[in-house]
């Protein structure tokens, strides 16, 4: 039984190899067809992603289930990209060769069709993600950029609902102060 569990049917180096040429072809993949895997913004890309990874996965182990297998196909995976990352942050160009670049989907309230159809982006997809970020319309948004992970920056035109609040509250200090200023020197004044 315990011979089963750790004795490994593929040789060491094949089972280092595969799941390193499985990662590097993943990468390439989602580099080629967008952010947009990456997002995951729509329950057909999540269907896609959660396919991808079990569409892979015998690509990673062969026919190998041993334990042993496992634990070195893991450390293979680790491993690369540990390495992949490292080269990342050392090279910028290559990173952004790798991870692309940001797009900018709105800018000033309009947002950029030419952007969107690059990334293919419906209008209503969009509102989903900047309605998830908290803001109604077009309208309310200076800037939406897709960065190259696939997440989303939005930065209002207004000031959100904290922010009046603290000024409004900076605001009524500051009336006070001056109120008490105005009381302590019409106080020494009477003495």
């Known amino acids: 039984m315990f011979h089963d569990m750790f004795h490994m049917q593929?040789?060491?180096?094949?089972?280092?190899?595969?799941?390193?040429?499985?990662?590097?072809?993943?990468?390439?993949?989602?580099r080629v067809f967008g952010k947009r895997e990456l997002?995951?913004?729509n329950p057909f890309d999540l269907v896609v992603l959660l396919s991808l990874s079990?569409?892979?996965?015998?690509?990673?182990?062969?026919d190998d289930n041993s334990i042993s297998?496992?634990?070195?196909?893991?450390?293979?995976?680790l491993s690369i990209n540990w390495v992949v990352v490292r080269l990342l942050y050392g090279s910028p160009k290559m990173n952004e060769a790798l991870g692309g670049t940001e797009r900018v989907l709105v800018l000033d309230g309009v947002a950029d069709e030419h952007a969107l159809k690059?990334?293919?982006?419906t209008e209503e997809e969009l509102l989903s993600v900047l309605h998830r970020q908290g803001f109604d319309s077009l309208n309310d948004v200076a800037r939406c950029v897709l960065e190259p992970n696939g997440t989303f920056y939005v930065?209002?035109?207004?000031?959100?609902?904290?922010?009046?609040?603290?000024?409004?509250?900076?605001?009524?200090?500051?009336?006070?102060?001056?109120?008490?200023?105005?009381?302590?020197t019409q106080i020494s004044g009477a003495s």
């Open 10 to 30: 593929l040789p060491l180096l094949e089972k280092i190899l595969r799941p390193m040429i499985v990662y590097l072809a993943l990468i390439l993949l989602l």
């Open 39 to 41: 997002a995951q913004l």
């Open 54 to 62: 079990n569409t892979v996965q015998n690509a990673i182990i062969g």
């Open 69 to 77: 297998g496992g634990i070195i196909g893991a450390v293979a995976l």
């Open 118 to 121: 690059r990334e293919l982006l």
């Open 155 to 184: 930065e209002g035109r207004r000031p959100s609902m904290d922010e009046d609040r603290q000024r409004e509250l900076i605001d009524r200090l500051e009336i006070l102060t001056r109120e008490v200023q105005a009381l302590r």
